[in-house]
């Protein structure tokens, strides 16, 4: 039998792109089909880009269980007006994907239920669709009326449009539509060459995720080029990853206290936020870690000093984030506005393909850490939380247990640290292998990212994908938020808190 | 008020800072940045090469902090001539003077005869912003409300952030841009009555940092303006902002 599809353990990975086997559109569809009827399988990503006379498409299908990736790929003529039958139609969580497609490049795909522009590329295939003029869904009727906020919100947060349709206070439906934060981050990849570029093109990607998506960076760089990385610095990765996670994990409880008016929860935790990422700033001189992920070293290695201070300021964090807690989840006006709001069920979260905090939320082991581990994970019996209930108390909650968790990771890792051991100066000066495709994925606090970047003869990056989770957990918020309150609509979004120009890239 | 809730308050403590203009960073926190003049032609061209964003000119040698993103990699070429200081203040309404010359080690002022006449009368007590992030990376963003938090609590000088532009007194623009919040960033701005203030937060929206050259980007509203306030970083400290702004409000040289 032929192969249909290229299988990859280790995480990250570059194999050749030749490895990948080319198949027939009905053959992938066919291959897709089967691979999707696995529950622990999902989309990881899935893309096109123009290779001479052709498209070519590349799909990863990640395993929650082994540490599986299966890629597999197509190859289509650039004639004018490609048709393909949409997988959407079966398998949803390829609807933002497809719709990417179908934005870029402007190959149309059939009986997809929702063919809408995903985020106005300055480069999309047609120009004629404005970002002022995103086609809503909307019903006829004397009775529902609709609701429209953005993209300028009334926080400083990033913008983007929600539409609702409403039955007096309930909301039926929610529309989320982006775009707005469009900096043309992935071409940038390809216009800006340089390693270091690239390393700070990464760290922008989202600046609340700024060490999770330049750990992204640095994994598929060293891979592409090679270069395996010292156990010392991979645990300051690990250490420095755990580190955002708690920083705003805390953040997110304070914001989710915000949306309720209890307002000490609120001032408590936004004080222990600042003592997290302050610990990043006497670390590295920046308080959300720019500056430290750096390809094959790091200009900020640990120092006695400054293991002393992480060690002090969890300690510190840990016992007060524990004691606000306490009091917030037995609060009964807040535990009122958290339990069974913005329920999401795991047969939906599987269906949209969810990710992170939004699979955890509602029962699916899904976490990177754990099914495809980098870094230290594989080392440290990492073991996800799961909760099954999928409402904002689940989303809150697990946060909180996941803050516990990772300052209990910190510290088994600090322990096997030995500072005594030199670590490397940074090296920009990476040669890429030619003609291959490199993947990494990393558990950011919100989920999983996935970078893919492909080469060219020469080594050069021809194509850089970039996945926050944000794009599959949108939707998540959609359904979070139907049947519900539009009352409940902050909470419902503060429970997710998604990234916006994460989505927009 | 409940036990548990003085239990926590007791060890929550006084968490603002007293005085925000005499606060102590952490050493390697990177502000204003000092330049040797001893840097060889040689040393000059590695580091301009090996900028990210072209912050670094020659002729005369020197460092543009509206261009910066305080990576800290030119130190790391030149470690003995190149530094960057620990100084957060050091936001401005006059551009040319984040450009920061070989050998100058002067703190960085606000230039009073750049104050539009109707600032210097109008906001001097009190100031409400409107943000808008066009583009912005979320992380000035979250400096930006941290300046209101318990810490910074920036409220205590009277400026403080608003959900309408209607009530504003000038808009702070966070990001490089992009073209798709070229036009709500203008319908914003023009529902802010008159006299406004214009506040460009961070390195991105000073210059577009590194996301200069994007095509996705439409930064034609800036040339329409003038710019009243500029806020370096990578995102600016919540210091540096809050400082700035009562620096302009209160017009101190
Ligand atoms: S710190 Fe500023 S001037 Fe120095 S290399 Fe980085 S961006 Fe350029």
Not at chain 1, 41 to 54: E, I, M, T, V, W
Not at chain 1, 56 to 61: A, G, L, P, R, S
Not at chain 1, 289 to 311: A, D
Not at chain 2, 70 to 77: D, K, Q, R
């Amino acid at each position: 039998m032929t192969k249909i599809y290229y299988e990859i353990t280790s995480n990250p990975s570059s194999i050749k792109l030749t490895d990948i086997p080319v198949l027939s559109y009905s053959e992938f569809q066919k291959t897709v089909d089967e691979l999707m009827s696995v529950e622990s399988n999902h989309c990881l990503n899935y893309f096109a880009f123009p290779l001479s006379d052709k498209y070519k498409f590349v799909c990863c299908i990640g395993d929650d269980e082994t540490k599986k990736i299966i890629i597999l790929s197509h190859e289509q003529p650039k004639t004018k007006d490609i048709s393909l039958e949409s997988i959407t139609a079966k398998h949803f969580q390829f609807h933002v994907f497809e719709r990417e497609i179908y934005e870029n490049y402007g190959i149309y795909f059939s009986n997809h239920p929702w063919l809408k522009p995903i985020r106005y590329p300055f480069n999309r295939s047609n120009l004629e669709n404005k970002i002022s003029n995103y086609p809503f869904y909307s019903i006829d009727s004397e009775e529902l009326h609709e609701v429209g906020v953005g993209p300028i919100h009334a926080g400083i947060i990033e913008p983007g449009y929600f539409r609702f349709i409403c039955n007096g206070e309930n909301v039926l439906h929610l529309e989320i539509h982006l775009g707005f934060q469009h900096r043309g981050i992935e071409q940038l990849f390809l216009e800006k060459q340089s390693v270091l570029q690239q390393t700070i093109l990464a760290e922008s990607i989202a600046g609340d995720t700024t060490i999770a998506h330049s750990i992204a960076y640095s994994l598929l760089a060293e891979s592409l080029a090679n270069k395996t990385i010292s156990e010392e610095l991979s645990i300051e990765r690990t250490i420095a990853l755990e580190l955002e996670r708690i920083a705003i994990h805390i953040g997110d409880t304070a914001a989710l206290c915000t949306d309720v008016a209890y307002q000490l929860g609120q001032v408590i935790n936004e004080a222990l936020r600042t003592i997290i990422i302050n610990t990043n700033q006497f670390w590295c001189g920046n308080r959300f870690g720019k500056g430290l992920i750096r390809t094959c070293g790091s200009h900020y290695p640990l120092t006695k000093e400054i293991i002393e201070i992480i060690k002090n300021n969890l300690n510190e964090v840990e016992q007060r984030y524990l004691q606000i807690t306490d009091r917030i989840f037995t609060l009964p006006s807040v535990l009122a506005r958290f339990e069974t709001i913005g329920k999401v069920t795991k047969k939906q979260a599987s269906m949209i393909g969810a990710v992170g905090i939004g699979a955890r939320s509602s029962g699916l082991k899904r976490d990177t850490r754990w099914s495809h581990p980098f870094l230290q994970y594989d080392k440290i019996n990492y073991e996800p939380i799961v909760l099954p209930k999928g409402d904002v108390w689940s989303r809150a909650m697990l946060r909180k247990m996941e803050v516990l968790k990772s300052v209990a990771i910190i510290k088994e890792l600090l322990n096997k640290y030995d500072n005594e051991k030199i670590i490397d100066n940074p090296n920009y000066d990476l040669k890429f292998e030619p003609y291959f495709i490199a993947i990494s994925m990393v558990e950011g606090w919100r989920g999983e990212i996935c970078h893919t970047a492909i080469t060219d003869n020469k080594g050069k990056i021809i194509h850089y994908k970039i996945k926050d989770p944000s794009l599959h957990n949108w939707m998540a918020l959609a359904l979070a938020v139907r049947g519900q309150e539009i009352s409940d609509f902050p909470v419902c979004n503060k429970s997710y808190n998604l990234s916006y120009c994460g989505n927009d890239l | 008020m409940p036990l548990k809730e003085i239990n926590i308050l007791g060890k929550h403590g006084k968490q603002f800072v007293p005085d925000l203009e005499m606060v102590e960073l952490t050493p390697l926190f990177r502000g204003r940045p000092i330049i040797g003049t001893n840097i060889t032609e040689e040393e000059k061209n590695k580091v301009i090469s090996l900028c990210p964003v072209n912050a670094i000119n020659n002729s005369p040698f020197c460092i543009d902090m509206g261009k910066c993103l305080f990576c800290n990699e030119c130190h790391f070429a030149l470690p003995e001539k190149i530094n960057f200081t620990n100084d957060y203040k050091i936001a401005t309404n006059d551009r040319s003077k984040l450009i920061i010359q070989a050998g100058q080690d002067i703190p960085i002022k606000i230039n009073p005869d750049k104050i539009r006449k109707e600032i210097k009368s109008f906001f001097k007590h009190a100031l409400k912003l409107r943000q808008v992030s066009a583009a912005g990376d979320n992380s000035t963003e979250m400096e930006l409300n941290a300046a209101g938090n318990v810490n910074f609590d920036m409220g205590r000088f009277g400026i403080e952030f608003v959900a309408s532009p209607r009530h504003a007194d000038g808009i702070v623009i966070t990001g490089p841009i992009s073209q798709n919040m070229a036009e709500p960033l203008q319908i914003c701005y023009d529902a802010i009555p008159e006299p406004k203030l214009i506040i460009l937060a961070g390195t991105d929206a000073i210059s577009s940092g590194i996301f200069a050259g994007s095509k996705a980007l439409n930064r034609s509203f800036l040339d329409k303006y003038n710019i009243d306030l500029y806020v370096p970083g990578n995102p600016p400290h919540p210091l540096t902002f809050i400082n700035g702004v009562l620096n302009l409000m209160k017009n101190k040289k």
